[in-house]
């Protein structure tokens, strides 16, 4: 006959559920686990301590990207069309693998600026996107009141 189960076998209600973080999303953004699956890298950057905005860019318009750590920072720099994209933090690398592998879909910046001790969590400290150039003109379009002539 199976044993009945006793008060001391039932789970305590004070004691604390331990929950390991999520690999694959967080407060930081989003990884797909699947490779080749993300069709577009989205950015949230803080514009004040209450609004957040959006930027989208197809991963076709991806050009290239840079990371570089030291002892306590680290830092991605994405070319993206016509934007330079900049993001401080901490756990970057994994950010560089999935982007490698096409599988970042989305950037979060954090809305304190915290810098988690826990190890392998990915923080975003700040995101910066700056515009690198103006998109070059089409030949045989009016710039600026005058003609760009084809050669």
Same mark, same amino acid.
Request: charged share 30%; no cysteine; net charge negative.
């Given at each position: 006959?199976?044993?009945?189960?006793?008060?001391?076998?039932? @789970?305590?209600?004070?004691?604390?559920?331990?929950?390991? @973080?999520?690999?694959? *999303?967080?407060?930081?953004?989003?990884?797909?686990?699947?490779?080749? *699956?993300?069709?577009?890298?989205?950015?949230?950057?803080?514009?004040?301590? *209450?609004?957040?905005?959006?930027?989208?860019? @197809?991963?076709?318009?991806?050009?290239?990207?840079?990371?570089?750590?030291?002892?306590?920072? /680290?830092?991605?720099?994405?070319?993206?069309?016509?934007?330079?994209?900049?993001?401080? #933090?901490?756990?970057?690398?994994?950010l560089?693998?999935?982007?490698?592998? #096409?599988?970042? /879909?989305?950037v979060?910046?954090? *809305?304190?600026?915290?810098?988690?001790?826990?190890?392998?969590?990915?923080?975003?400290?700040?995101?910066?996107?700056?515009?690198?150039?103006?998109?070059?003109s089409?030949?045989?379009? /009016?710039?600026?009141?005058?003609?760009?002539?084809?050669?």
């Amino acid at each position: 006959m199976p044993k009945l189960k006793g008060p001391q076998d039932l @789970p305590n209600e004070s004691t604390p559920v331990v929950s390991k @973080p999520d690999p694959w *999303s967080g407060p930081w953004g989003k990884i797909n686990p699947l490779p080749q *699956s993300a069709q577009t890298l989205r950015l949230y950057k803080r514009a004040s301590s *209450s609004t957040e905005e959006s930027f989208s860019y @197809p991963y076709r318009s991806l050009s290239s990207w840079q990371w570089r750590r030291e002892l306590q920072e /680290e830092e991605l720099k994405i070319e993206a069309g016509p934007d330079a994209i900049t993001i401080r #933090g901490k756990g970057l690398g994994r950010l560089v693998d999935a982007l490698d592998t #096409g599988a970042l /879909e989305i950037v979060r910046e954090s *809305s304190d600026g915290a810098v988690s001790s826990v190890e392998n969590i990915i923080v975003v400290q700040s995101l910066i996107i700056e515009k690198m150039r103006q998109p070059q003109s089409v030949i045989g379009e /009016e710039t600026e009141g005058r003609r760009v002539k084809a050669e």
